[in-house]
Nanobody, 127 residues
């Protein structure tokens, strides 16, 4: 069965960096777009970034543009989220998910189109 598993979270000081990884198994990874999402305590899940199946198109939330970079390695069945310039408001549980669609533009995040989700990895930005 298709599965996704996140790793790489942790505690980091403001201004620091982390690289999250999303490992896919049980499906043909290169056929799907991969998205990253986060959920902070008491807040709704937020779409952070998405990369298309081929890895040549990306979307970002305004809150992370210029600080986060999404990428993927289809040969390794992995997606990545490089996070730099981390802020306390970036704290939350980060999830990756797959989608059979990739939408261009600011309305890219359609939660119902992401059908397989990982369990999440905690990112805490604090001094």
């Amino acid at each position: 069965q298709p599965q996704l598993e996140e790793s790489g979270g942790g505690l980091v000081q403001p201004g620091g960096s982390l690289r999250l990884s999303c490992a896919g198994s049980g499906f043909t990874f290169e056929y799907y777009a991969i998205g990253w999402f986060r959920q902070a305590p008491g807040k709704e899940r937020e779409g952070i970034s998405e990369i298309n199946a081929g890895g040549d198109s990306t979307n970002y939330a305004d809150s992370v543009k210029g600080r986060f970079t999404i990428s993927r390695d289809n040969a390794k069945n992995r997606g990545y989220l490089q996070m730099t310039g981390l802020k306390p408001e970036d704290t939350g549980v980060y999830f990756c998910a797959r989608s059979g669609f990739f939408r261009y533009g600011p309305s890219w995040y359609v939660p119902s189109e992401f059908d397989v989700w990982g369990q999440g990895t905690q990112v805490t930005v604090s001094s």
